[in-house]
């Protein structure tokens, strides 16, 4: 029996492969002990890892390194399809000006050529679409159906110019009960983290600050964070 | 690298990372030749940096002890603490106000900050703590002022001897058991009054997707105020405010080169929020008008789980600045005007010697005020 490499094992241990990989790969473990074993090793080292990291790492609420990683991998995906996809988008309908060329004798379309050309590229699609770790496609489905959100956003409310997803990119200082945060990309993190007795303010230009009486010293003492530019 | 297999890789190898107590390099701390403060001694306790993403959080613990080495009593101070300069979140400070401190005297100073600076910064010092400004009892000022310490001082310090003297007069009029109700109703308006969360978003432009508004201020006369608010309007959509255009006249006979307008916002329900501060740098000359614009954007996430819905706005001058340094702040007459009380926190000095009766009773609190 030919076993597999190991790379291609870890890779199935983690949910990586392929649709079509992984169903092979699912075919030789029910067959064979060693491979089935290796790959049960593996996700419980994956397991105690996690767990590891999560005692390890201050890490804020919800936030996971493995989903972390997806998602940075994915928005790069994301970022070359949609700049692609928002610059077509973006293009004026250009009908009349090629009809105008086909008329003034430009080389005739080969329509089969363009037919064979058409199904090559579903067929690709539909390879690159079922070889996605299904993980992957989903965070790819999503982010595409966000940019078209957003798109559609804009151009139902013109009248907010240049209005943009909340929490897209912008960064945002955030005054709340238990801390001032700031965040980024939607990512929160924590500046000052106070208690309900302290006096919270917020200053236009962009400062938070957090006034308290210190138990120890009765000192009246109030932390501030800024902006960059401040 | 498949981030999955990357785990399962690494579990062979268990690497410890991420948390890194920052021992190796100390914060460097930052006080000029001639400061009028002398640090003594620093401990930097449970202080540590950890990545997050693309950037190092530093949880950073520190108390100072400093010593007045200048020959004049210390008000207050400001620190500035910097882990990075261009980074969001990589700049705070640490202010302390409504201090006492005579000459030789020490004192401490705690920080307590989060601060973020990008991993390709992570070699070299963490922090830098350096002085921002003293503010002595002459109302004179040291440093370099770059957080317009100076101002925010000296605020302070008009706010303190403004309540202090308030206190005073309310103990040579009604005794003891007048002053204790004074402290009482403070210790009840710091607990009750109404907080909201609130985000800021630099630039002026609209997050939310809901229809626009353009919403008038109402203004709250102050009759002593030099700056008269003439009218004013903001952009809301939801639960966002933004774009604040407020028009101000100088009715005094000095110039004012900086003032400061409190936002009260009032939602659905009637319930009314001090929802920040617009701050203008300007030159009004006696009798002159000028516009105020603010550019950033006010976002309230959600109070009490519910959507806020902002039905009106009021502002107030909450204080301003003269072109000479002297400044006004409202009277403790104009801060009890309903409105005003409901929302806006007591002073910083009030806040102490609210404390310092809660803890220590009438009779520290009596030798308190008599030591101004």
Same mark, same amino acid.
């Given at each position: 029996?030919?076993?597999?490499?190991?790379?291609?094992?870890?890779?199935?241990?983690?949910?990586?492969?392929?649709?079509?990989?992984?169903?092979?790969?699912?075919?030789?473990?029910?067959?064979?002990?060693?491979?089935?074993?290796?790959?049960?090793?593996?996700?419980?080292?994956?397991?105690?890892?996690?767990?590891?990291?999560?005692?390890?790492?201050?890490?804020?609420?919800?936030?996971?390194?493995?989903?972390?990683?997806?998602?940075?991998?994915?928005?790069?995906?994301?970022?070359?399809?949609?700049?692609?996809? &928002?610059?077509?988008?973006?293009?004026?309908?250009?009908?009349?000006?090629?009809?105008?060329?086909?008329?003034?004798?430009?080389?005739?379309?080969?329509?089969?050529?363009?037919?064979?050309?058409?199904?090559?590229?579903?067929?690709?699609?539909?390879?690159?679409?079922?070889?996605?770790?299904?993980?992957?496609?989903?965070?790819?489905?999503?982010?595409?159906?966000? &940019?078209?959100?957003?798109?559609?956003?804009?151009?139902?409310?013109?009248?907010?110019?240049?209005?943009?997803?909340?929490?897209?990119?912008?960064?945002?200082?955030?005054?709340?009960?238990?801390? &001032?945060?700031?965040?980024?990309?939607?990512?929160?993190?924590?500046?000052?983290?106070?208690?309900?007795?302290?006096?919270?303010?917020?200053?236009?230009?962009?400062?938070?600050?957090?006034?308290?009486?210190?138990?120890?010293?009765?000192?009246?003492?109030?932390?501030?964070?800024?902006?960059?530019?401040? | 690298?498949?981030?999955?297999?990357?785990?399962?890789?690494?579990?062979?190898? %268990?690497?410890?990372?991420?948390?890194?107590?920052?021992?190796?390099?100390?914060?460097?701390?930052?006080? *000029?030749? #001639?400061? *009028?403060?002398?640090?003594?001694?620093?401990?930097?306790?449970?202080?540590?940096?950890?990545?997050?993403?693309?950037?190092?959080?530093? #949880?950073?613990?520190?108390?100072?002890? %400093?010593?007045?080495?200048?020959?004049?009593?210390?008000?207050?101070?400001?620190?500035?603490?910097?882990?990075?300069?261009?980074? *969001?979140?990589?700049?705070?400070?640490?202010?302390?106000?409504?201090?006492?401190?005579?000459?030789?005297?020490?004192?401490?100073?705690?920080?307590?900050?989060?601060?973020?600076?990008?991993?390709?910064?992570?070699?070299?010092?963490?922090?830098?703590?350096?002085?921002?400004?003293?503010?002595?009892? #002459?109302?004179?000022?040291?440093? +370099?002022?770059? %957080?317009?310490?100076?101002?925010?001082?000296?605020?302070?310090?008009?706010?303190?001897?403004?309540?202090?003297?308030?206190?005073?007069?309310?103990?040579?009029?009604?005794?003891?058991?007048?002053?204790?109700?004074?402290?009482? #109703?403070? %210790?009840?308006?710091?607990?009750?009054?109404?907080?909201?969360?609130?985000?800021?978003?630099?630039?002026?432009?609209?997050?939310?997707?809901?229809?626009?508004?353009?919403?008038?201020?109402?203004?709250?006369?102050?009759?002593?105020? +030099?700056?008269?608010?003439?009218?004013?309007?903001?952009?809301?959509?939801?639960?966002?405010?933004?774009?604040?255009?407020?028009?101000?006249?100088?009715?005094?006979?000095?110039?004012?080169?900086?003032?400061?307008?409190?936002?009260?916002?009032?939602?659905?329900?009637?319930?009314?929020?001090?929802?920040?501060?617009?701050?203008?740098?300007?030159?009004?000359?006696?009798?002159?008008?000028?516009?105020?614009?603010?550019?950033?954007?006010?976002?309230? *996430?959600?109070?009490?789980?519910?959507?806020?819905?902002?039905?009106?706005?009021?502002?107030?001058?909450?204080?301003?600045?003269?072109?000479?340094?002297?400044?006004?702040?409202?009277?403790?007459?104009?801060?009890?005007?309903?409105?005003?009380?409901?929302?806006?926190? +007591?002073?910083?000095?009030?806040?102490?010697?609210?404390?310092?009766?809660?803890?220590?009773?009438?009779?520290?609190?009596?030798?308190?005020?008599?030591?101004?």
């Amino acid at each position: 029996m030919k076993h597999p490499v190991p790379a291609q094992i870890a890779l199935f241990a983690g949910g990586d492969l392929g649709r079509w990989q992984r169903w092979t790969m699912a075919r030789h473990i029910a067959r064979c002990p060693a491979c089935r074993h290796e790959v049960q090793a593996l996700r419980e080292a994956t397991s105690q890892l996690r767990e590891l990291t999560d005692e390890m790492a201050d890490l804020p609420n919800g936030l996971n390194w493995n989903r972390l990683a997806e998602e940075m991998t994915g928005n790069i995906r994301v970022g070359l399809a949609a700049g692609e996809a &928002i610059a077509l988008f973006d293009k004026p309908l250009r009908t009349r000006s090629l009809r105008a060329k086909l008329k003034l004798g430009c080389p005739p379309v080969s329509w089969n050529a363009a037919l064979v050309v058409m199904g090559a590229m579903v067929i690709f699609g539909i390879a690159f679409w079922t070889s996605l770790p299904l993980q992957q496609a989903e965070h790819l489905l999503a982010s595409f159906q966000r &940019i078209r959100a957003e798109r559609i956003g804009t151009l139902i409310h013109p009248a907010n110019t240049g209005a943009s997803a909340p929490g897209a990119t912008d960064v945002v200082l955030e005054a709340s009960s238990s801390s &001032i945060q700031v965040r980024e990309n939607g990512r929160a993190m924590s500046l000052i983290p106070h208690s309900d007795a302290a006096t919270v303010s917020v200053s236009m230009p962009g400062s938070a600050g957090v006034r308290f009486v210190d138990a120890d010293t009765g000192q009246v003492t109030t932390n501030k964070v800024y902006y960059a530019e401040q | 690298m498949r981030s999955s297999s990357a785990l399962a890789t690494c579990a062979l190898f %268990l690497i410890p990372c991420n948390s890194v107590v920052f021992a190796a390099a100390l914060p460097k701390i930052d006080l *000029p030749p #001639d400061s *009028p403060v002398v640090l003594l001694s620093a401990d930097y306790g449970e202080s540590n940096e950890t990545a997050r993403g693309g950037a190092m959080l530093l #949880d950073f613990h520190a108390a100072l002890s %400093l010593r007045n080495s200048s020959q004049r009593k210390i008000r207050g101070i400001t620190l500035l603490v910097t882990a990075q300069d261009v980074t *969001p979140g990589g700049k705070g400070s640490v202010t302390v106000t409504s201090l006492d401190v005579g000459p030789q005297e020490t004192f401490p100073v705690r920080i307590d900050l989060r601060l973020l600076r990008p991993l390709q910064a992570s070699s070299g010092v963490p922090v830098e703590i350096g002085l921002d400004g003293v503010l002595f009892d #002459d109302l004179t000022f040291y440093g +370099p002022d770059k %957080l317009s310490s100076r101002r925010t001082l000296t605020l302070s310090e008009w706010e303190a001897r403004r309540d202090r003297r308030y206190f005073k007069s309310v103990l040579a009029a009604g005794g003891q058991e007048k002053l204790r109700q004074e402290m009482l #109703d403070s %210790l009840t308006h710091q607990a009750d009054r109404p907080s909201l969360d609130v985000e800021v978003v630099r630039g002026a432009r609209a997050t939310s997707f809901e229809p626009e508004k353009q919403v008038q201020f109402a203004f709250l006369s102050l009759p002593d105020s +030099p700056v008269e608010p003439m009218g004013g309007m903001a952009r809301i959509a939801g639960n966002e405010a933004r774009a604040p255009r407020l028009e101000v006249k100088n009715r005094s006979d000095r110039a004012i080169r900086y003032l400061e307008v409190g936002w009260i916002l009032h939602d659905r329900s009637g319930r009314e929020f001090l929802a920040g501060s617009v701050p203008a740098d300007l030159n009004l000359a006696p009798g002159q008008k000028s516009q105020i614009l603010g550019d950033a954007t006010l976002k309230f *996430p959600q109070l009490g789980g519910q959507p806020l819905g902002i039905e009106g706005m009021t502002g107030f001058v909450s204080s301003v600045e003269f072109a000479d340094g002297t400044m006004w702040i409202p009277t403790r007459s104009d801060m009890e005007a309903p409105q005003l009380k409901r929302v806006v926190a +007591p002073s910083d000095e009030e806040q102490r010697l609210a404390q310092i009766y809660r803890k220590k009773g009438m009779k520290a609190l009596i030798a308190e005020l008599n030591k101004f």
